[in-house]
C-alpha cells in the first residue's frame, strides 16, 4: 500500500481515536476531525496508550510515526486522504449524510470505510454521489490491538476497492475477515449481541451479578475462544468421534429453555442495577487505567499466542516478519558523521521489566542486545529470503557489563559497532544508553555466519559480505572500545 499515505478520520471517540492510533504507530500522516472540544486532549491519552501497549507486543520495532492532526472541518480532514475512515454514532441518518459529505470533500480515488457495527452498507452508501469507493470496515476495541476487522461492501461497493482495503488493513497488522453476504450486525456483533442479550436476562432475574457473569467467561470459556473459538472448541469436546457425535450427544439440549435471546426491556430498575454493579465491579479504578489492564492481558495472550503460532498469534507473528523487513529498510543508520557506531534499538523501560530491586532485571539487558543484533543482520541484507535460501548467523559467545540502572519509563538505545570481522565471523560491541548518555550495560558478541541446512559454518556471500565489508570499513577509524576482550572480572590465584 505504498500509495496510502494519508488517512482521514471522522469521529474520533473510542474507536476513532484507537484507528487514528494505529495508523499513526505504522507510520501514516492522520488528520481527524470531531466536533468534541477535548477530542485533542482525549486521543492523545488513546495515542499514549497505544504506544505503550505497541512497544510490549513488539519491542525494538517501533517504525516512525506519521503526523497527527486535529483538523477545524471534516472537508480539511479528509480532502487530502487517501483512505478515509468514519466512526460516527450507530444512527443511520446521521451516517448517511455525513458519509455524503466525505464523498463531496474527498479525493475522488480515495477509498471511503465506515466502522459500523451492524448497519448495512448499500443503506449507508445510498447518498454518495460515488458509492462504488464505500466499504464498511467494523474493527474492535482496542482498535490498535485487536487484529479483526469485518469487511462488508455494499450493492454497488467496487470489488477492487475491497481489495485495497484488505491490503492496508493487513498492513497495519490485522486480520480481515470478509462477510460473505450483507446482514445487519455481521458475524462477530451478531454473536456478541446474543450473549450481551443472555447476560441482561440473568442480571433481570437475578440470577447473576456483572461480576459473575464476567467471571464465568473470563475464566472459562473465554480463555478457549481467544484462540479457538467456537465450533473448534465444540468438536474437541466430542472426543475422537468430532463433531458429530458432540451434535448428536448435546444437539438436544438446544429444545430446552437455556436461553432467552430476546432481550429484557430496559426499565430504569434494570438499568440502574446494572450501572450500580458495574460500578462496584471496577471498584473506583479509571477508565484510562482499566484500558491499560486490558491491554496489558492482551498484550500477554496475544505474544503468547505468537509463540504457538496459532490464532492471533498468527497474524502477529506475520505483522512482526513484516515490520522487520521495513524496519531494515532504514531503522539502523550511521552517525551524522557517517562513520559512528549503528544505532540498532530504541525503546522505553516498560513496568514488566522491573525487578524486585526497583529496576531492570537482569535478561532484559540480553533482549536489548539480541534486538540490537537482529536490526544489524536487517540492515546488511538477512531477510526472510536470506534465511530461507538455508544462510543465517548465530551468536556463539557473548559478554555483559551491567553497568548503570535502568529504570521505568528510562528511554533506552543501543549504538553497535563491527569491531572485526572475516568471511565466516562478525565480531559486535553493542552499547545501551539511558536517554542518549549514560551507559547503562555493554555487550560483547561473537556471530558465526552458516549454512543451516548442514548446520555448519560457512563463508558470506553476495550482498551480505559486501555490506559486511563496508560496515566494517566504515568503523574501522573508530577507537576500540576498552571492554573488548575482556573477561569477567575474577582475581586469578
Not at 449524510?97 to 463531496?104: G, K, P, Q, S
Not at 484462540?227 to 458432540?246: D, K, Q, S, V, W
Not at 496489558?296 to 513484516?322: H, I, P, T, W
Not at 525487578?355 to 536489548?368: A, F, V
Amino acid at each position: 500500500m505504498s500509495d496510502i499515505a494519508n488517512i482521514g478520520i471522522v469521529g474520533c471517540g473510542v474507536i476513532g481515536a484507537g484507528w487514528a492510533a494505529r495508523f499513526v504507530l505504522n507510520g501514516y500522516d492522520v488528520a481527524v476531525f470531531d466536533p468534541d472540544p477535548e477530542v485533542a486532549r482525549k486521543i492523545g491519552e488513546v495515542l499514549a496508550n497505544a504506544r505503550l501497549a505497541q512497544g510490549k507486543l513488539l519491542p525494538g520495532l517501533a517504525l516512525p510515526e506519521g503526523r497527527l492532526t486535529v483538523a477545524p472541518s471534516l472537508a480539511e480532514a479528509v480532502g487530502n486522504a487517501d483512505f478515509v475512515v468514519e466512526n460516527l454514532p450507530e444512527v443511520e441518518a446521521l451516517k448517511i449524510r455525513v458519509l455524503a459529505e466525505i464523498d463531496a470533500a474527498a479525493r475522488p480515488e480515495a477509498v471511503i470505510a465506515s466502522s459500523t457495527s451492524g448497519l448495512l452498507p448499500s443503506r449507508l452508501q445510498s447518498g454518495m454521489a460515488h458509492p462504488e469507493r464505500f466499504i464498511v470496515g467494523h474493527p474492535f476495541n482496542p482498535v490498535y490491538l485487536l487484529p479483526l476487522v469485518e469487511l462488508c461492501p455494499g450493492d454497488k461497493t467496487a470489488p477492487a476497492n475491497l481489495d485495497t482495503a484488505e491490503a492496508l488493513y493487513r498492513r497495519i497488522g490485522m486480520r480481515p475477515l470478509r462477510v460473505r453476504h450483507e446482514i445487519d450486525g455481521f458475524i462477530a456483533d451478531r454473536l456478541l449481541e446474543a450473549l450481551w442479550r443472555e447476560a441482561l436476562w440473568l442480571v433481570n432475574d437475578g440470577v447473576a451479578t456483572t461480576a459473575e457473569i464476567d467471571d464465568a467467561i473470563r475464566f472459562g470459556a473465554g480463555l478457549r475462544w481467544s484462540f479457538m473459538g467456537t465450533f473448534l472448541t465444540y468438536r474437541i469436546a466430542g472426543g475422537e468421534a468430532g463433531m458429530r457425535h458432540f451434535l448428536a450427544q448435546f444437539g438436544p439440549a438446544l429444545k430446552l429453555p437455556w436461553t432467552k435471546l430476546e432481550a429484557p426491556e430496559l426499565t430504569e430498575d434494570l438499568v440502574d442495577t446494572v450501572s450500580a454493579q458495574s460500578d462496584e465491579q471496577a471498584a473506583g479504578v479509571s477508565i484510562r487505567a482499566l484500558e491499560r489492564k486490558r491491554d496489558d492481558c492482551l498484550v500477554a495472550v496475544m505474544s503468547g499466542l505468537m509463540g504457538e503460532d496459532y490464532g492471533a498469534g498468527s497474524v502477529l507473528k506475520e505483522y512482526r516478519q513484516s515490520l522487520f523487513e521495513r524496519a531494515g529498510r532504514g531503522a539502523p543508520r550511521l552517525s551524522e558523521a557517517g562513520s559512528g557506531p549503528l544505532a540498532t534499538y530504541a525503546a522505553q523501560v516498560p513496568a514488566e521489566w522491573i525487578d524486585y530491586n526497583g529496576h531492570m532485571t537482569e535478561h532484559r539487558y540480553l533482549q536489548c542486545f539480541g534486538e540490537a543484533t537482529d536490526a544489524l543482520l536487517r540492515h546488511i541484507g538477512v531477510d526472510a529470503g536470506y534465511l530461507a535460501a538455508g544462510r543465517s548467523f548465530y551468536t556463539v559467545e557473548t559478554h555483559l557489563r551491567h553497568l548503570g540502572q535502568g529504570r521505568v519509563g528510562d528511554s533506552l538505545t543501543v549504538e553497535t559497532q563491527v569491531v572485526d570481522t572475516d568471511a565466516k565471523r562478525l565480531h559486535l560491541f553493542h552499547s545501551l544508553r539511558k536517554d542518549g548518555d549514560a551507559v547503562l550495560a555493554t555487550a560483547e558478541q561473537m556471530l558465526l555466519h552458516v549454512d543451516t541446512r548442514a548446520e555448519r559454518t560457512a563463508a558470506m556471500e553476495g550482498d551480505v559480505l559486501d555490506a559486511v565489508r563496508r560496515l566494517a570499513d566504515a568503523h574501522a577509524a573508530l577507537p576500540r572500545p576498552d571492554a573488548a576482550g575482556r573477561a569477567v572480572g575474577i582475581r586469578k590465584s
